[in-house]
């Protein structure tokens, strides 16, 4: 069974630490500080992501299940990824569990650290992150209109 993400002291400091990393444009080339309104407060709601990014387009990957930022996108579909002077804003797009799991898989090869919190394992077919996909929503990330700043 898969492991139920809690953000403890520890997983916090990694967070601020990458966020940091980020701002300055360091870290992995696919991470990025994901923005978005908060769906209550509507204030501005940041925190570190890593996007599925290939032929088939970028995708955002919701590996600990719907968190907060879920919820956020869900109720404004409108993002800011940021990675040091770059700033893009897009649209995310909740996408079906079909299109989700290949997406997923890759996610789980590339991303290993979160490989505990998804039931199938890497090597699996496709068709067992498709059942995941309930679980870990994938949202398609698209260019409204190409305003990168």
Same mark, same amino acid.
Do not use: C
């Given at each position: 069974?898969?492991d139920?993400? @809690?953000?403890g002291?520890?997983?916090r400091?990694?967070n601020?630490?990458?966020?940091?990393?980020?701002r300055v %444009?360091i870290?992995p #080339?696919?991470s990025?500080?994901l923005?978005?309104t908060?769906r209550t407060? %509507?204030r #501005?709601?940041?925190?570190p992501?890593?996007?599925?990014e %290939?032929?088939d387009?970028?995708?955002?990957?919701a590996?600990?299940?719907?968190?907060?930022?879920?919820?956020?996108?869900?109720?404004?579909?409108?993002?800011t990824?940021?990675? %040091?002077h770059s700033t893009?804003?897009?649209?995310a797009?909740e996408?079906?569990a079909?299109t989700a799991?290949?997406?997923?898989?890759?996610?789980v @090869?590339?991303?290993k650290i979160?490989?505990?919190?998804?039931d199938?394992?890497?090597d699996?077919?496709?068709d067992?992150?498709?059942?995941?996909?309930?679980?870990?929503?994938v949202?398609?990330?698209?260019?409204?209109?190409?305003?990168?700043?």
């Amino acid at each position: 069974m898969a492991d139920t993400y @809690r953000l403890g002291p520890a997983r916090r400091a990694v967070n601020t630490l990458m966020a940091t990393l980020l701002r300055v %444009g360091i870290g992995p #080339p696919s991470s990025y500080l994901l923005t978005t309104t908060g769906r209550t407060s %509507g204030r #501005p709601r940041t925190t570190p992501v890593t996007l599925v990014e %290939g032929a088939d387009g970028r995708w955002l990957v919701a590996p600990y299940g719907a968190v907060g930022w879920v919820h956020n996108v869900r109720a404004e579909p409108t993002i800011t990824l940021r990675r %040091g002077h770059s700033t893009q804003v897009r649209t995310a797009e909740e996408v079906d569990a079909a299109t989700a799991g290949p997406v997923l898989q890759r996610y789980v @090869r590339a991303v290993k650290i979160t490989a505990p919190y998804f039931d199938a394992k890497a090597d699996d077919p496709v068709d067992a992150f498709v059942e995941e996909a309930p679980r870990h929503p994938v949202f398609r990330v698209s260019d409204p209109a190409a305003t990168d700043t």
